[in-house]
């Protein structure tokens, strides 16, 4: 019992650390149809700038972490504005081997300034501390972080299906062509969609760095999961992505517990098998 | 229509060159390298068992269109099967290299039964679970692969009973280009074979392929397998030359690595593979030699630029401009216009 609920809420601290980085890249891959690789780089650079902020300037977390999200936004609007529309068009191995390319960039740019070694984000002592839950302590961390993973699943299902932003955000994926004829501003909508995909990406980022530590190579090595998580979710669909996330993130966790020598092994078994079952994602919207 | 109409066709709609003779080019180019830069042999060797990786790739990606990210499943396990043999059973490398090719074949067929009833970003993301999964098993199988530590101890046979592996590599640049070069020419000949014509069939249009009557999967299947057989031969060759195998060979990093190569030759035409292991070899030598991170500066740089400025279109200007230079040269520039 006591191990079933070690899994069960660490697996759902990792899975919404998976979906909360998966999401951004749910929306670019699945409703903008452009393989965004570099996802993985948003988040390795919002993990970064948090870490540099509470560790070398002694910011508070609490303003570090809305500062490195809005900043790792700010960097996905300007890159998605200068370069990447002009790739929208373009063949997908066009886009996988820029986006990867700038990945490859980017990881020797971290590395050149920060150096190889691990980045640690300091915790402000409220998240530090441990809450009794009972059957086992927990640190603050990992509830603040599934809280955060709820609120960012409700806010989003909310803003694409209720508000005027999503309305135009479905509108420009359905018909770019029509949606500007009728007064849609499709490229503000293309661009503050890829920046907040990339903010959340940097949210992330911030809040795995325990699960997912902060490395140059962070960029790459988390990838191929993230993409994983989006795959079986099915692209585009942000509720498929929360549940492939937290499936697969109880799965890889509960093989670290009881079969660490396996390495992923179960949680690509997991994600071949689901796979296998839907091809086009657990809860993919209409057929591709 | 007349029935003599069918061989010409055949001929022209790949090309017209008869299957020896890029294999024979390749073979002049590395033999002169060989005997040119016998500081170098190291890094030859390597160029040539990438290359026969890239080009086994390219059966894939280029002549059969599906997109995989899994490559180096085939060629880690054509590795670990070849040191595996030369450690236990018999250290001559001619029944490692078959060895090598076999695994690599049987692990294509059997993942290739399951993958290709799948296409697009599902195919992809499966191939790439089937590399993280035969990955696993081989860390978890220690006593076997030697897991996290590399499999080593393993010492080759002479070739042929009569060509000794030495401490400069001579022999094993000659065997590596020896195994590229009939690779090479296997491939010419399945991809302008009926049967590559089929499957270049399949890669432009699936349903009309498959209305025509040609049994799609079973064709896919077939070129996957063969692609596996070379990709693991191209394994067993840089584990019986490097004498090491480590878990490495089984990393996502050969997969893109490959790709990449490929992409910057050109998919589809063979001799691209050949072009683009070349270029990305000696560029990854000369920039890790000089500092490993500014390697993927450069690497990541080259990638965005391939992109922006696609290489062919790059080509076709070149050739453009200097054809005053040649009239083959103009042709050729205007027949790809």
Known sequence: MQLLANVLIDGLAYGMVLFIIAAGLSVTLGLMRFVNLSHGAFAMIGGYLAAMLTREAQWSFWLALPLAVVATGALGALLEALVLRHLYRRSELDQVLFTIG?????????????????????????????????????????????????????VAAFAVTRTR??????????????????????????????????????????LGAELMPLEPYYALKYLVLVLVVVAVGGMGSLLGSLVAGITLGIVETASKYLASEWGSLFFFLAMAVLLAWRPQGLLRRGAA | ????????????????????????????????????????????????????????????????????????????????????????????????????????????AASG?????????????????????????????RDWTGGDDGLSGFTMAPLFGRFAFDMEGRTAALYALGVLVVGLYVARRVVDSPFGLAVRGIHENRARMAALGTPVIARLLAMYTLAGALAGAAGAVSAQTSAIVGLDSLSFAVSAEAL?????????????????????????????????????FVVGAALMLVVLVPPRKAWDRLRARFAFLGGKASASARETA
């Open chain 1, 102 to 154: 700038l990945t490859f960039f980017l990881i020797a740019a971290t590395n050149a300034l920060a150096g190889p070694q691990v980045q640690l984000i300091v915790l402000p002592p409220f998240l530090a501390q441990s809450v009794d839950l009972g059957f086992r302590t927990l640190p603050v961390q990992r509830l603040f972080v599934i809280g955060v993973g709820l609120l960012v699943a409700v």
């Open chain 1, 165 to 206: 932003f999503g309305v135009w955000l479905r509108a420009a994926v359905d018909h770019a062509e029509t949606a500007a004829t009728l007064g849609v501003p499709v490229r503000t909508v293309q661009c503050a969609c890829f920046a907040i995909g990339a903010a959340l990406a940097g949210l992330g980022g911030v």
């Open chain 2, 1 to 108: 229509m007349t029935t003599s109409d069918a061989p010409t066709a055949i001929c022209r709609a790949p090309r017209c060159a008869p299957p020896w003779r890029l294999p024979a080019i390749v073979l002049l180019i590395g033999v002169a390298a060989w005997w040119l830069m016998p500081e170098q042999l190291g890094l030859l060797t390597r160029i040539a068992f990438m290359a026969l990786l890239v080009l086994s790739l390219d059966l894939v990606v280029g002549v059969a269109g599906l997109a995989t990210l899994g490559h180096t499943a085939l060629f880690g396990i054509g590795a670990y099967a070849a040191g595996i043999f030369a450690l236990r059973v018999h250290p001559d490398p001619t029944l490692g290299l078959l060895m090598g090719t076999a695994a690599g074949a049987v692990l294509a």
């Open chain 2, 113 to 141: 039964a399951f993958l290709l009833r799948y296409s697009g970003f599902t195919f992809l993301m499966l191939t790439i679970a089937v590399a993280q999964i035969t990955a696993s098993l081989a860390q978890k199988a």
């Open chain 2, 260 to 296: 990449v190569m490929l992409i910057l030759g050109g998919a589809g035409r063979l001799h691209g593979a050949l072009i683009g292991a070349v270029v990305f070899t000696l560029l990854h030598h000369t920039a890790s030699s000089i500092n490993p991170y500014h390697w993927l």
